[in-house]
């Protein structure tokens, strides 16, 4: 008889500590998904939470030479890190900032040399780390420095909670930024740079062969011909005609206000949105608490909620922790395909 095939071991970082991720984690581990989560977070923290969910919850220490077969519901491995200071709940503390920052870091560390088969994390609070005196735009921007990569950010909303009835991907040409930068950020250059990312890992990491990718416009009406606004002209378009030229299959530039009729959805892959609010809006209505946060073109697989820290919600128990546990699953998917790829 054949021994027990390993569990894919999974690093979870519990977020902002005043805020809802510790119960996330908590709620995560109490339920059958077959993983070996290992938590990088205060365990005091996550014992706290758990008790205020009524989650029964075990924590177990973390030894990474020790590859677990079976996990029951409940049980948790941490790698332990302090908390600065103590953490109340919905009260946010830039103290804390070094702590969050250290576990992301760990996180990272861990995947980089295959330690973890993903990174899944719960949600951060920009703000706080800022006020810390450390500059911060997201977990997007701080891995791909990290692993000094270009990287793009995608959400996926799908199945049976979507309301839309099927898989929708959204991905950002630029990310946190203030409307008034985005503009200068869309060049053809990098335009070119996140369509090839965001086409080779449909391929390589949702195993979608041929993806078809709709590009929107940035102005209203994608421009009406250059009278609303010329980069559709001047930048969308000719990086749609390289990608094309390379044997892409990229379309557009889509006005946005029309790109997502689902008939129109249903001839695309992926929707690759000009900025933040241009296309998050409409996935996170179609599938919001469901949806999952990927970041493209990392060496290792990351996924995140579709959602912040919920600083009302932090200490009730009933934060819903549907999304991190979306999260969850979709990372598990795209860890084994990338196993299976050569």
Sequence with gaps: MSAAATLPRLALTAGEPAGIGP?????????????????????????????????????????????????????????????????????????NAAYVLATLARAADGATKEEFAAIVT????????????????????????RARREVVMMLVAGGEKARNGGDLRVALATTHLPLAAVPAAITRAAL????????????????????????????PHAGEGGYLGREEIDVIAPAITQLRAAGFDVSGPFPADTAFVPAQ???????????????????????FGHAVNVTLGLPYVRTSVDHGTALDLAGSGTADAGSLIAATRLALALAARKQRSP
């Design 23 to 95: 119960e996330l984690v908590a709620k995560l581990a109490a339920t059958d998904v077959a993983a070996d989560l290992v938590a990088i977070a205060d365990p005091e923290l996550l014992a706290a939470a758990a008790r205020a969910a009524h989650v029964d919850l075990r924590i177990a220490s973390y030894d990474p030479t020790v590859a677990i077969t079976t996990r029951a519901r409940g049980e948790l491995r941490v790698v332990p890190m302090s908390l600065s200071t103590p953490a109340t709940p919905g009260i946010l503390d830039p103290r």
């Design 122 to 145: 719960a949600p951060v609070h920009k703000g706080v780390i800022n006020d810390a005196g450390v500059p911060f735009t997201g977990h997007t921007e701080f891995f791909a420095q």
């Design 192 to 219: 070119v740079r996140t369509l090839r990312i965001l086409c080779d890992e449909m391929i390589l990491r949702f195993g979608i062969a041929s993806p078809r990718i709709a590009v929107l416009g940035l102005n």
């Design 265 to 287: 959805l249903a001839r695309f892959d992926a929707v690759l949105a000009m900025y933040h609010d241009q296309g998050l809006p409409v996935l996170k209505y179609a599938g």
